[in-house]
């Protein structure tokens, strides 16, 4: 029902900045939380950052408290996430999920994952 598109993933330098953008097709868009995760090589997909449907609830992974902000613009059926201050551990490629069930942190509570977005922070 919900199909998950990111962009905005990019090469940037250590203390630069990006913003990713997760565009989402379908009604029943605004009825999800949604989360951004992303995946370093070698490693397990991760939580980085989950917002309510309304947006008046945000959560941080404690990594990147500070550096990157989510927000939505249901108007637009898309969800943002502002990255400050990149760094090298940053680099991963980052995905964006619709919450499915109760758990903000967790990856097997979020759905209909996008195809991900590429950033690489170098130094």
């Known amino acids: 029902q919900v199909q998950l598109v990111e962009s905005g993933g990019g090469l940037v330098q250590a203390g630069g900045s990006l913003r990713l953008s997760c565009a989402a097709s379908?009604?029943?868009?605004?009825?999800?939380?949604m989360g951004w995760f992303r995946r370093a090589p070698g490693e397990e997909r991760e939580f980085v950052a989950a917002?309510?449907?309304?947006?008046?609830?945000?959560y941080y992974t404690d990594s990147v408290k500070g550096r990157f902000t989510i927000s939505r613009d249901n108007a637009k059926n898309t969800v943002y996430l502002q990255m400050n201050s990149l760094k090298p551990e940053d680099t991963a490629v980052y995905y964006c999920?619709?919450?499915?069930?109760?758990?903000?942190?967790?990856?097997?509570?979020?759905?209909?994952w996008g195809q991900g977005t590429q950033v690489t922070v170098s130094s």
């Open positions: 999920g619709a919450r499915l069930g109760s758990n903000w942190f967790s990856r097997y509570d979020y759905g209909y």
């Open positions: 379908g009604r029943t868009f605004n009825s999800y939380p």
């Open positions: 917002i309510s449907w309304s947006g008046d609830r945000t």
